[in-house]
């Protein structure tokens, strides 16, 4: 069985959050692995926490042997793409578990799951999937709030004049002049119009591509979202490679491209995962919460992804006050920001020690076109963090509810 732990959901979530961030959002995360790779060098010593969103990035992370393993998300939906990725480790052989997560034959779900997979799963997990089992038969990057958008986008990119057989010829080019050259020629003229820029400017799109009302303001506040979309989109297009590139090529093509996938899709650490499992725990709860509820500074990595951008700022200093507290000496914590600069608040900047060459450099190769910014901290050694307040239901639902 799967180790998943329910906290409970502290108070009402607005009515936009609840029609938009409901359900499967995050269909594949967004992080590029790579990135978080080397810039946690998660260890065997190490007690990692991550994100959950689809789940990618914490099994990426189990790649490399941590000694444990969290996987914590608000939304139970996101987790439960984690958990039917766990039993597809546990219950399935290399090939079918591929065939079903890259999405390359993934009707195969249909045979597996009642007798390999379901016993397995938590009952909320079982619940979602007997609903919804239907998304992964049919292939799980189709669906979701993000499946949705990326269709939006395959449906017009040939109406703009961008073919899917130029599409196919630009993932298989092997230099950056070559692609810029192309995307000046063949993709910019035709991408950049008056009705890109206004569905750039329309915030159910970009909520559908899972940007954070929040965040869109946060974005759109400091630098106009269609000008953010165009740099970041132009950046991933022209100045790293595009060859291994599998979120666009998901994304602007609808599948991966051979090999090219996620590091928990690959074959050659199929066994490692295999054997790793029972040192992973799932999480359905909000960050803070949870790790108020671990031991004082028993863990060792953090990937946060960008949830600070869903954040007020009194949610994001309380929110890094128990990333503190939870901290080992010498933590390392990772994080990414929709704006151009997004530091830490003064009170906690001081207890932190930026890696700022190694983000920079990390963020210069970053193929997901999605974030403007990227921070790498450790925790300075002998910070001993004052105990969290007492925390009351009143308090969860008003301090740590994004
Ligand atoms: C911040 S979002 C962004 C995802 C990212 N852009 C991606 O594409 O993978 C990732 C996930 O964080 C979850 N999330 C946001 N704030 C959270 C918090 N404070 N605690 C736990 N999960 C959170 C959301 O439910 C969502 O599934």
């Known amino acids: 069985m799967i180790s998943v732990v329910d906290l409970p959901h ?12 409901r359900g499967i959002v995050f269909n594949m995360s967004w992080e590029d692995p790579e990135m978080d790779r080397r810039a946690l060098r998660v260890g065997p010593d190490d007690a990692v926490i991550s994100i959950s969103s689809a789940g990618c990035n914490p ?3 189990l790649c490399q042997s941590p000694r444990r393993l969290i996987s914590v998300d608000g939304n ?39 007798m390999r997979l379901r016993p397995q799963l938590s009952p909320g997990a079982r619940a979602f999937w007997d609903r919804n089992l239907w998304m992964a038969s ?25 073919q899917p057989a130029r599409i196919e010829q630009f993932f298989e080019l092997q230099s950056l002049e070559e692609q810029q050259e192309y995307y000046e020629r063949y993709v910019a003229p ?34 106009d979202m269609y000008k953010y979309v165009k740099e970041r989109i132009e950046y991933a297009l022209t100045k790293v490679p595009i060859y291994d590139n599998y979120f666009l090529s998901v994304t602007v093509t609808g599948r991966f491209r051979g090999n090219r996938v996620p590091p928990y899709l690959l074959e050659e650490n199929f066994e490692t995962l295999r054997n790793n499992l029972g040192r992973v725990t799932v999480v359905n709860g909000w960050l803070g919460p949870y790790l108020d509820s671990q031991p004082r500074g028993s863990i060792n990595k953090f990937n946060l992804l960008d949830i600070f951008d869903w954040m007020t700022p009194e949610l994001f200093e309380a929110t890094l006050r128990s990333v503190l507290r939870a901290a080992a000496p010498g933590a390392r914590l990772i994080y990414r920001s929709g704006s151009y600069r ?23 190769a970053d193929r997901s076109a999605t974030y403007g910014s ?22 969860l639902a008003t301090v740590h509810r994004p």
């Open 10 to 21: 502290p108070g009402k979530r607005g009515l936009l959050e609840r029609l938009v961030f």
């Open 76 to 114: 139970p939906a996101q987790n439960a793409i984690v958990e039917l990725k766990l039993a597809g480790l546990r219950g399935l052989d290399h090939a079918t578990f591929f065939d079903i997560f890259a999405a390359r034959k993934p009707a195969v779900i249909a045979k597996v799951y009642r």
């Open 138 to 162: 049919r292939g799980l990057y189709d669906f979701g709030k993000m499946g949705m958008a990326a269709r939006l986008v395959r449906f017009l990119l040939p109406r703009l004049g961008i």
């Open 59 to 61: 099994l990426n992370f």
């Open 342 to 364: 997004l530091d830490p608040p003064p009170a906690i900047l001081s207890q932190l020690e930026p890696h700022t060459e190694l983000a920079r450099e990390l963020f210069a």
């Open 374 to 395: 990227f921070y790498v901290y450790s925790v300075k050694n002998g910070y001993v963090p004052p105990d969290p307040a007492p925390t009351t239901a009143r308090d």
């Open 190 to 223: 035709r991408l950049w119009g008056p009705f890109v820029k206004w569905l750039c400017k329309s915030r159910w799109f970009m909520y559908l591509c899972g940007v954070h009302p929040r965040q869109f303001d946060l974005v759109d506040g400091r630098h």
